[in-house]
């Protein structure tokens, strides 16, 4: 009995160790098959990348660490419409990544600030890649720079530090698998293009060399094709692309006009709109106005004109805004005009602003405009006619008669020859016709013919 208990225990002992190595197997092994990833996403285990790396200018709601609060505390103000540069994180990847960016600033002096742009990147041991620059009447100069990936954060400080920075996009993608790809098939196009050489060099009928000979061509060039795409890729990987676009500040005044209409009137309350209307002969209608600020200058002195509605700034109803002053960047001001749709009508609205600068001198050479068309359809209600309507019928069909008998006698009048010429036609074969023939008349007139006569008599 004392035997049977023995082994019993000794048969649970030996199936809890049992369990015990398997559960510590399947632990171990869902460590190594699962990547840790940091923050930006990248694997800590030797992980490839999940995706293609992409950082915009959204704004992020997590807490700043330490780091990013002295690149902060070191950036220049940004002026107004400026946005705030990312960090972007460009080492310790271990992979083959193509870092692009593109910014835009804004500055006084388009000719000096790409002078420091360049001086700039200089500094870190990049290069002027490209240029394209025109003057007025908007100076613009687009740079394009190459520098190490190493140095591709600091460059992006630097240039967004000449002026106010207003836009800034940053791209990385992950070209790991695509050059192993290419590593892959230029080996394996490389030892075919040893097999056909060998091949070649063995051959000995014309045919066998010709054919040979072409084939090898082709493989040559498919590999000299694929070189080409590695030796593109390693370049955009060793050098990282900045493209920088410099505005002048100031230099970009637009406005934009939206006319919107509905129907009734209630003093405009009821602003905005839709796009179109179709409404009955004689109802009332609203037709709303917002012009918006869409430059980078401050605008003023706003005019706006409707020759369909017959209307200015000075009869319309103002909503929102201020039309004595200037307005920002961004601002608008909403106006609204009561008018009868007694017919079609197809708005022609046009809005001028004068550009400003902050000390309210007006920018010469500057204009902002816009022009927007809006449709409103006045459709008969129906129903027994009136007087009016009825005399006005008949009057269109009046002149419509009238129009239609000026453009007949147009079209003819480039023909009025062609009777006359029928005419004298006619009347040519006519004479023809009824004079005698030649022969009859000439027996008539002889002596023989005029001596028979009386004889016959």
């Known amino acids: 009995m004392t035997h049977h208990i023995q082994n019993g225990w000794l048969r ?6 049992v369990l015990l190595l398997a559960a510590a197997a399947c632990s171990s092994g869902d460590t190594a098959d699962r990547e840790v990833f940091d923050e930006m996403g990248v694997p800590l285990n030797g992980g490839g990348l ?16 330490a780091g990013e609060e002295d690149l902060a505390a070191d ?10 540069p990312v960090v972007f994180q460009t080492s310790g990847f271990g992979r083959d990544i193509i870092f692009t960016a593109d910014l835009t600033v804004a500055v006084p002096d388009v000719a000096t600030a790409g002078e420091q742009a360049t001086r700039l990147i200089q500094g870190l041991g990049g290069f002027l890649f490209g240029q394209h620059t025109t003057g ?42 695509r050059i192993v790809d290419v590593q892959s098939r230029i080996n394996t196009a490389e030892a075919s293009v040893e097999r056909l050489r060998s091949l070649l060099v063995a051959a000995v009928d014309i045919k ?7 084939e090898l061509l082709q493989r040559e060039t498919q590999l000299e094709t694929m070189r080409g795409s590695l030796r593109t ?12 676009t410099i505005t002048e500040a100031e230099s970009r005044p637009a406005v934009s006009l939206g006319v919107t209409t509905y129907g009734g009137h209630d003093d405009g309350i009821s602003c905005p709109g839709s796009s179109g209307l179709t409404v009955d002969q004689g109802d009332e209608v609203t037709v709303c106005f917002e012009i918006i600020n869409v430059g980078d ?3 003023r002195d706003f005019e706006l004109r409707d020759p369909v509605l017959d209307i200015e700034v000075d009869d319309l109803i103002l909503l929102f805004g201020d039309l004595d002053t200037p307005i920002e960047p961004g601002e608008s001001i909403v106006l609204a005009t009561e008018t009868v749709a007694e017919r079609n009508l197809r708005t022609q609205t046009t809005v001028t602003a004068t ?14 405009a816009n022009t927007v068309t809006m449709f409103i359809q006045a459709v008969n209600p129906g129903g027994i006619a009136s007087f009016s309507e009825g005399l006005k019928a008949s009057w269109d069909v009046l002149v419509n008669f009238v129009r239609m008998l000026v453009l007949f006698a147009g079209a003819i009048i480039p023909f009025f020859w062609v009777p006359i010429v029928l005419w004298l036609a006619w009347r040519f074969m006519r004479r023809r016709m009824d004079a005698p023939e030649p022969a009859t008349r000439e027996a008539t007139d002889s002596p023989a013919a005029v001596e028979a006569e009386p004889a016959q008599s």
């Open 12 to 17: 649970l002992l030996i199936l809890a160790l």
């Open 50 to 65: 999940a995706a293609e790396t992409t950082t915009t200018m959204a704004a992020s709601s997590e807490a700043p660490s």
């Open 75 to 84: 950036a220049n103000q940004l002026g107004r419409g400026g946005v705030e």
């Open 136 to 177: 007025d009447p908007t100076p613009m100069s687009v740079l394009t720079f190459k520098v190490s990936p190493e140095d591709f954060q600091e460059a992006l400080d630097r240039l967004g530090s000449i002026g106010d920075l207003r836009t800034q996009n940053v791209f990385a993608d992950d070209v790991t698998e």
């Open 208 to 214: 066998t060399i010709v054919e040979l000979e072409n």
């Open 233 to 244: 890729l390693e370049d955009q990987v060793a050098l990282a692309t900045i493209v920088l």
């Open 297 to 299: 200058t401050l605008l």
């Open 355 to 368: 550009p400003v600068n902050e000390e309210g001198e007006i920018l010469s050479n500057r204009m902002a």
